[in-house]
Each structure stands twice: as structure tokens, then as C-alpha cells.
């Protein structure tokens, strides 16, 4: 049986106004922050507090979904020996990918940013988060309940799990090694759930680098149109 459906008013901050000045000033603010973020490569060993992690994570888990099934877990990884075996075991597969699996086209298109088969942010950066799907629920009985718009659910909350870690001085990286079976195992999560990526974040390490192409990116017109 279905629970009853209730409702309860919008929550204050989504009834605010601004004036138009405001709400450009807002904007621009928000937008030089965001366009501040840059995939990072070169990480400090420095500790994080887990707490932002953990608040972080929270935001994150605030994403829009679908059926409010929040069809997402983030398993945590902060130990250094755990770390290490992702490392290995990612290299495995970049090995392949770099030796041939990804093909020209996409080993020429990733040149100008200067990635490699060699990861060692993933042992490096203190807080590995590995963002898993789960493509279906098992209730306390055992039944199976189906997730809908897993990945787009999930690509929302990460998302805003960059932009939460960026907010508070963090740099980040997205990592998608394939095959990611590997990370079930190393996670312990079960087969309901598939790995989308691997987030690495901690703190800038001196000297630290971005890639000049990366500054490069598409104009307004580029990327959308109004009718």
C-alpha cells in the first residue's frame, strides 16, 4: 500500500526574491567562482578534514532524481594501503587504453591536455570517492525495486559534488578507468551497484599545473540557444 501523499510549503530560500541587481550580482559572483575550477592533476598529501568530505557528500545527496530514489552511494576511501590498490589495479587498465584500446582519434584528442597512463593522484590526493549507481533497491524482504534515471540522477549529484569541494578550496579530478568492476570488489558494494567514477580531491600541491588548453572554452553561443 502506498504511503499518503503530503505536502508542505516551499522552503523560505526557494521563495526569496532579489532584484534584478542582485540577482546579476549573484550570478556573476557564482560564475567567476566556478570558472576558477580546473581539473588538477598534481596533488598535496596534506590532509582533509573527513568532516568536509562528509558535508560535501551531503550536498551532493541534495540532487534532483528521479522518484526521490537518490539512486547513488559514495564509498570513501582515505586509507593510504586501499588508495595504493586502486592505483594499481587502474593502471592495468590505462596501460591497455593508452597501448591502443582507446583508438587515434581519442588518444589524439586527449594529447593537448597531457594525460598518461601513469595515476599517481589516485595514491597521492588524501580522499579517493568512488560514485556508484544503483540500478535497483532490494527492500527488507528481498524484492527488487526499480531505479529510474540512474545515471542522469547520478551525473546531477556529482555535479554538485565537484562544486561543493570546489567551494571550499579543493581541488578535484574525475577518473574513469574501464573496466571499473574492480571497484565493486575493492569497495565491497554489491552487484546492484556500477561504478561512474572515481572523484579525487584534496589540496593543490605546490608548483601545481593546469593545462593552457584547459582555459580554453566554449562561448555563450557556442552552447546554447534561445527561442
Not at 127 to 138: A, K, N, Y
Request: hydrophobic residues 35%.
Amino acid at each position: 500500500m502506498e504511503k499518503p501523499q503530503t505536502y508542505i510549503p516551499v522552503p523560505l530560500p526557494n521563495r526569496e526574491r532579489f532584484s534584478e541587481d542582485e540577482m546579476q550580482s549573484k550570478a556573476d559572483e557564482f560564475y567567476q567562482l566556478m570558472k576558477s575550477r580546473h581539473t588538477v592533476r598534481d596533488f598535496s598529501t596534506e590532509a582533509v578534514p573527513k568532516t568536509i568530505i562528509e558535508k560535501a557528500i551531503l550536498t551532493a545527496g541534495t540532487a534532483p532524481n528521479g522518484a526521490n530514489r537518490q539512486p547513488w552511494h559514495f564509498a570513501v576511501l582515505g586509507n593510504v594501503d586501499a588508495r595504493k590498490i586502486i592505483r594499481t589495479e587502474a593502471e592495468k587498465e590505462e596501460q591497455e587504453f593508452y597501448d591502443g584500446k582507446a583508438g587515434e582519434a581519442w588518444l589524439n584528442a586527449l594529447a593537448p591536455l597531457g594525460t598518461d597512463k601513469n595515476k599517481p593522484f589516485l595514491e597521492t590526493a588524501p580522499w579517493l570517492i568512488v560514485v556508484f549507481g544503483q540500478r535497483f533497491d532490494v527492500d527488507e524482504n528481498g524484492e527488487k525495486l526499480k531505479n529510474y534515471y540512474v545515471p542522469e540522477s547520478v551525473g546531477i549529484a556529482c555535479g554538485m559534488l565537484l562544486t561543493a569541494l570546489h567551494n571550499v578550496g579543493l581541488v578535484t579530478l574525475t577518473h574513469t578507468p574501464s573496466p571499473m568492476g574492480f571497484l565493486n570488489k575493492i569497495c565491497k558494494r554489491p552487484e546492484n551497484e556500477k561504478p561512474l567514477m572515481i572523484i579525487v580531491t584534496g589540496y593543490a600541491k605546490e608548483g601545481a599545473t593546469i593545462p593552457k588548453e584547459a582555459l580554453s572554452k566554449k562561448s555563450l553561443k557556442e552552447i546554447s540557444s534561445f527561442l
